[in-house]
Structure formats: C-alpha cells, structure tokens
C-alpha cells in the first residue's frame, strides 16, 4: 500500500511537471513584448515588496531550517536574515537599473550585393535552473532572466521547498500587478521526478543551468538531454610565493576561507613556496579564531606543530586534495617552485576561481596566463568571484566551461542573437 501511494505521488510529480513545462513554453512568447522600462519597474517593485515581506519570507524560511542540522554545511546556504534579504532587494535593484542587453546590435554591414546584415541580442527563451538549498537563488534567477527576456523553470531542493514556495508567490503577485501572466515563472514540484522531466524536456526548454554541488553538477550534464551551461563547484586554491607579502597574505587567506565557508568561492587549498614554511604560523594564524581545521601536508604540518591549535591540525593525505570544503577546513600543500604550484592547480582545479599571493611581477604574470580558470587573482581574495562584485548586479552562477559564457553569468550571458537581414527584392543568382 505505501508503494503504491510512492508511486501515485511519483506519477502527480510527472503530470504536474510536464503541464508547467508546457505552460511556461506558451507564456514565453508573451515576454517578447515586455519593454526594458516595463522590466526595471517591475523588478523595482519586486525590490519594494521583497522587503515589505521579509517576516513572511523569514517565517517560510524557518521551517526549512527546522529540518536540516545547524552543523550541516548547507546550513548557511539555505538560512535567510533581515540583512540577507535586504542584500537580495539591493541585488534586485541592481540588476533593474542595468542596461537590457535585447535589441543591441553587436554587428552590422552592407555587402556588395545589397544585402544587409544585423546581428542583434535576443532572449534564450525559457531557461530551466536546477538548485539545492539555496532560496537566494530564485530572487536572483527571476531578476536575471526576466530582465534579459527569458520565461523561467525552477527546480529547487526539497530542503528549501517552503522558501521557494513563498518567494514564487510573491514574486507571481508581483507580476501579476503589473499585467504580466504569472505563468513565465514555475516552480517544479520538489520530488526528485521533477528535476528528470526537466532535463529531459527539449521540446520546452532552451539551456538548463545547475546550481549547486559537485554532485548535483555531475548529474545534470550527464544526465539533460538539454542543452547545459555547468556553474561548476570551486576548488579554490591560493598560492602564496618565495616573494608573497606576508600581511597582505594574512588578509587575503583569512577572507577567502572564512568570509563564508559554504560559497563556492571560499578557498579550499593554501599552496605554500618551501622558503616560506617559517612564515606559515603566521599566515594561518588568525584561522584558529574560526576554527578552522588545517590538513597539512608533511612539511607544512612539521612546521605548524607545536604552533597551531593540535586540535585543529590534521595531516592531509591524498583525498585531502581536489576536495571542495564547504566548511571550516584548509588543506595546505607545500611546494618547491612555481611550476609545481602550477602543476598542483592543473591537477586539482576545477577552474572556478585561483590566487597568487606575490610581489613578484615576473610570477604574477607566469600565473596569470598559464592557470586555466575563470577568474584568476593577484594579491587578492577569491571572494570577489561574485556577479554583484564584478558590476553585473547579480548573477545566475558561476561558469566553468568554456562555451558560450565563462565566470559570473548575468544580463549578457541569458541572451543569444539572430541575423536580420535586409534588401530591396535581392534574390540570389
């Protein structure tokens, strides 16, 4: 009997599913007639009422927290704060005070015969994001997409299923307010059915675009039949060289790992220059403050020993490496010279976001033009791999790949182009 009602609420997860899919396809076509000035004011509004509904959004928001452990590192991901979702209003605000990017001409000629060519930026359609516990995610997604044209999908985590739920229905009210169909933004039922339908739904989706962990990632381009922009999880290195700084280490090691740990940008592997071992208890330091637990590696832990909290020091082995934190933890790896450093980064990268701590302009360049990734720093936090910090207002993830967009993702990055073409009868011979 209990399979058979799993099976009953498999099957309505499908139905439901499929009938959305086919909704927001149809409603697509309605965004086409939203003007830039028509999706500034509603995006402005949304802000407005996002803040007016922050109690209502919170309360939503503890129910999902009630059921997931405080010391799971998705916690922090999923809890939402006055603070968090007046931030979120500003992102929104942000975004609605960008350019739209529709309509703008990126080439134009006349060719010999007569016949003229534009290229021109125009929505990708309905785009479909899959996301765990992240509710920060669908103010962001809707912002991004609705500002660049685009009908949206969304399938959240059942971890935040209370949360999307709430911020889906102010959001439709919002859209609804302004004489806009509700029905260009769905969210799927949160069983797991949902998020097949969706990678499987070519006829009614145009790019699919995953948010979340490794794990998630891997299964959705394996498994999507749609077309996938991955935003790939960090495995964020830092690398601080024979010639690093040792108080602008201090600071830059500190907020690229503690800032938040749970962010894909927060650094996961510290690369230490053998010469700079004696330095090292000093860099790390102010960790102990947070926590934070250091694999080290054998030279490094020999250095550290006797200096850093011994209950905060663990030797690292070979899965201490490639690892993606998430959490108060640092592996450090030491290195004889640049290129092992660079060697190391080729190996466990995931070319997300990578540092060089360094006053050598000789290195900084070396790092600069041979580390693969989508953002690479000098003398600088990882932290700022973030689209509101690169001037896009938000962003919709982080990509990794390399086609079509790379790094933060924002208004630019949701649209493709067309051709239009002009003559006066041309016919070709």
Known sequence: MQETAGQQCK??????????????????????????????????????????????????????????????????RLQLT??????????????????SPLGKVLEQRRMPNGLSLKKVRVPLGVVG?????RPNVTFDVFALCFRSGNAIVLKGGSDADNSNRAIVELIRNCLTAHGISAEVLQ?????????????????????????GSQGLIDMVRNNARVPVIETGAGVVHTYFDETGDIEIGRKVIFNAKTRRVSVCNALDCLVVHISRLKDLPGLVEALADKSVV?????????????????????????????KEHLDY??????????????DHIACY???????????????????????????????????????????????????????????????PELTSY??????????RP
């Open 187 to 211: 969210l799927l039922p949160a069983e797991r059915q949902a998020a097949v339908e969706l990678m499987h739904a070519v006829d009614y989706v145009d790019v699919l675009i995953p948010r």
């Open 349 to 411: 990268s995931t070319r997300h976001s990578e540092a060089i701590i360094s006053q050598s302009s000789e290195n900084q360049l070396r790092f600069c033009n041979e580390v693969d990734a989508a953002a690479v720093y000098v003398n600088t936090s990882t932290a700022f791999t973030d689209g509101a910090q690169f001037g896009m207002g938000a962003e919709i993830g982080i990509s990794t790949q390399k086609l079509h967009a790379r790094g933060p993702m924002a208004l």
């Open 82 to 99: 006055p603070a968090r979702i007046s931030e979120i209003a500003k992102d929104i605000r942000n975004v609605a005070n960008l350019e």
């Open 11 to 76: 099957e309505r997860a499908i139905m439901n599913a499929i009938e959305q899919l086919k909704t927001v396809k149809m409603a697509a076509r309605s965004m086409l007639g939203i003007s830039a000035r028509e999706s500034q004011e509603l995006l402005l509004d949304l802000a407005d009422r996002t803040e007016e509904n922050i109690e209502k959004i919170l309360a939503a928001n503890e129910l999902d927290l009630a059921r997931m452990p405080k010391n799971d590192p998705r916690y922090d």
């Open 329 to 342: 933890r640092l592996t450090v790896k030491t290195v004889a010279d640049l290129n092992q450093a660079l």
């Open 418 to 427: 067309k051709w239009l073409i002009e003559s006066n009868g041309l016919t």
């Open 294 to 322: 250091l694999e080290a590696d054998e030279l490094a832990f020999a250095a550290l020993k006797g200096i850093y909290p011994s209950q905060l020091l663990e030797k690292a082995n070979e899965a201490s490496f490639g």
């Open 129 to 133: 994001i899959i996301y765990e516990a």
